[in-house]
């Protein structure tokens, strides 16, 4: 296995490949609930195969350079991930998500994990625009997204319907010159 940390509590960014669906799936067992409330991980991971089918779409999204998935470890457990749901090289535009099981809330990991991935895309793969929807309920994504330095660019009203109901979503972006700059700001201190 190798990752890269996300610092001294034994947090680690690293590969979610379709070989470790029953790790995912153990884990998204954990949160189901949780990770629910909000995003459809869940539904589409309602057994082993399921789950082995949702990561091997995107290693197929990986392999066409069209979206990625990493896993959220803290001490080699799996505890959440990010993703770009969306990945445009030729347009320079991606789109960030992630997920967490509740033993893993509330300690930075996603804002973390979401800062490499970003720095990844904007500084190695030259995206210019990263993207971060969450619907308007959901406050702990959108709170990653304002730590991120992300700007709100609108509300999409009612145009998501989950799990029957319909839901306002929130779009969030940073651009690649307001990302370097902060990057900056960020090694000075």
Known sequence: MYGMSLGDDGAELGPLEPWQADEYFTHIERG????????GLPDAAKDCDAARAWLQSYADKAARD????????????LVGGVLFRTFDAAQGVAEAGCWLEPSAAGRGL????????I???VLERGIHRVEWIAGSANTASIN???????TRDGVLRQSFLYRGERQDMEVWSVLAPEWRTAREGHKGR
């Open 32 to 39: 189901r609930d949780y990770i629910g409330r909000f995003v």
């Open 66 to 77: 069209a979206g990625r998935l990493w896993g959220i470890r803290v001490d080699g457990r």
């Open 110 to 117: 996603v804002t973390r994990a979401a800062t490499a991935i």
């Open 119 to 121: 720095d990844w895309a």
């Open 144 to 150: 990653v997204a304002k730590r991120l330095g992300m």
